[in-house]
């Protein structure tokens, strides 16, 4: 079963650490999807640049509306997502517990709806 | 077949009902992978079981009976819903040689006490929200109706039954898995279960203030909950737990007089405490300190051994319940511990060092609209004949409890203070 693992935290707070922690957060983010990879669990993953860099569309009545950034008022934005295989949820959380992002954010845990119809990678 | 047998066949069939089909039911989960189809298994298992053994008598072995013939029933079913979708037909086939593989009857008595545990702790998983692992626990594993469990806690059946179906819904969605946690994730897991078990004793307990009779059952299945939890999985912070909760329930007729108003731990009857709970509790007291860590429900447990051991109130040991509040405030440090120690403190030094130590408290600005801060307050003050400050704070906590029993207790202590 998939699972979306959403990484969140609070942006400032992120660039406030030292350009070592970050690195190293990042480095073992990339040794995880390595990980994954090897136990077949890995689907993708990837960090998002943040939030400031964001557009909002909408189409509301055929037309579009393009905003900037996003439209909810939290201080945690998403930071990055890992796409995974796992059995149930409980191991989907073992793996969440493993993100370096849930040391300073939080870790969404969401079961991915499996449909027919879509193309194949 | 006359009527008396069938009559008779009826009655054992509800007698194994009673005893057997939570186990039925959790073992059919797992069998099944889903509690809808599940208990709609169970429940066509029970029909035809009333038909069968009325005709060829009761089988030798009726739990395993009930889950065959639940599982052939739910098999059954679902090829006759495969005529209409037609991804039931695998599934069916799928659980069909998962069964002949497995000797289900032959292994049936050695996994289904984990059954019980996986049903234990998928109802009380941590990706429910505590409301759903409440109302998961007694519908499935204590097998109340939804509307006794409305009943209990003062909600509408439908707000109970929509957190049934969406808990359920969660589980199969997000994939829960019916299983019994690894070492590793045991003590979380259990922190949870027993969290479910110590709420819904005390929504029984202190209901038992309060006029419905149906919600003190709550403390019953609570207290049945620990049974099987224990014989389940006797780790010494669910022995810890039953044990407290066997305590405060063996005070529970003498907690309010007959008019229902209530009485204090001190001038309760003691000789009307139940000896037969005092003496459970006491012995699990023991288990579970003998087992080495101590955790926080062992020592409150253990604190209300001392208690239930005092034959008259001022034999009570103030000194050993002092040195476990130290203990449990190492444990779990929290400002209602912190109260519950000053009290203690006040009976062994004298209510002016007791009184400092609250003040203390609520100079911290903690406790602040906590009732029972104030009525130990106010009860201090007046054992010093500080009449006025002590009727503010029996004001205060009068307008912070909503209780009827307890407003009727502080009232009276107000006038007798004029």
Request: net charge negative; hydrophobic share 40%; with cysteine.
């Amino acid at each position: 079963m998939k699972y979306l693992l959403l990484v969140h935290h609070d942006e400032e707070a992120f660039n406030e650490l030292s350009e070592t922690t970050r690195k190293e957060m990042l480095e073992e983010s990339v040794e995880l999807t390595h990980q994954l990879h090897a136990n077949g669990q890995y689907l993708n993953a990837s960090p998002l640049h943040p939030a400031s860099t964001a557009m909002i569309v909408q189409v509301r009545g055929g037309k579009q509306f393009v905003t900037d950034g996003p439209f909810v008022e939290t201080r945690e934005q998403v930071a990055g997502y890992f796409l995974i295989n796992a059995q149930d949820l409980n191991e989907a959380v073992r793996i969440a517990s493993h993100v370096p992002g849930a040391r300073i954010g939080t870790v969404e845990v969401r079961p991915v709806v499996e449909i027919t119809g879509l193309p194949t990678t | 077949m006359s009527d008396g047998t069938i009559k008779q066949v009826s009655e054992v069939v509800d007698e194994i009902y009673r005893s057997e089909s939570r186990q039925v039911l959790a073992t059919l989960i797992r069998l099944l992978g889903d509690f809808d189809t599940a208990e709609e298994a169970l429940h066509e298992a029970f029909a035809v079981a009333v038909d069968q053994w009325s005709r060829d008598g009761v089988p030798a072995n009726p739990r395993a009976w009930l889950v065959s013939t639940g599982r052939f029933k739910a098999i059954d079913g679902m090829r006759r819903r495969a005529r209409f979708d037609a991804s039931l037909v695998e599934l069916a086939k799928q659980l069909e040689s998962q069964f002949s593989t497995s000797h289900v009857e032959e292994r049936e008595d050695e996994i289904v006490e984990d059954d019980r545990l996986r049903l234990i702790f998928t109802c009380c998983h941590p990706a429910l929200s505590s409301e759903a692992q409440i109302a998961m626990t007694l519908r499935e594993i204590c097998g109340l109706t939804t509307e006794e469990i409305a009943c209990a806690f003062l909600t509408k059946p439908s707000t109970v039954a929509q957190r049934i179906v969406r808990a359920k819904a969660k589980i199969r969605e997000a994939r829960i898995p019916y299983e019994v946690p690894s070492e590793k994730e045991l003590p979380d897991r259990l922190d949870a279960v027993l969290r479910v078990m110590y709420l819904v004793f005390n929504e029984g307990y202190s209901a038992s203030l309060g006029e419905s009779l149906t919600r003190h059952d709550l403390s019953s299945e609570a207290i049945r909950l620990g049974r099987l939890l224990i014989e389940l999985l006797p780790e010494p912070e669910a022995l810890g737990l039953l044990a407290l909760m066997l305590l405060h329930d063996s005070r529970r007729k003498t907690r309010t007089s007959p008019s229902g108003e209530l009485v204090l731990l001190e001038d309760q009857d003691r000789s009307l405490w139940n000896r037969e709970q005092i003496t459970e509790g006491l012995s699990l007291v023991q288990q579970a300190i003998s087992r080495g860590v101590v955790g926080s429900y062992t020592l409150q447990a253990a604190i209300a051994a001392i208690h239930a051991q005092a034959s008259r109130s001022v034999e009570t040991d103030w000194t050993q319940i002092i040195g476990l509040y130290d203990l449990l405030m190492q444990v779990e440090p929290s400002p209602v511990i912190e109260l519950n120690r000053a009290v203690a403190v006040a009976m062994r030094d004298g209510p002016l060092v007791g009184l400092s130590l609250i003040d203390a408290i609520l100079a911290r600005g903690d406790l602040q609209n906590y009732h029972l801060v104030h009525a130990a307050r106010a009860d201090l003050c007046r054992r010093l004949e500080r009449t006025a400050e002590a009727r503010v704070s029996y004001e205060r906590a009068l307008s912070l409890t909503k209780q009827d029993p307890e407003r009727r207790f502080l009232h009276r202590r107000l006038t007798e203070l004029r």
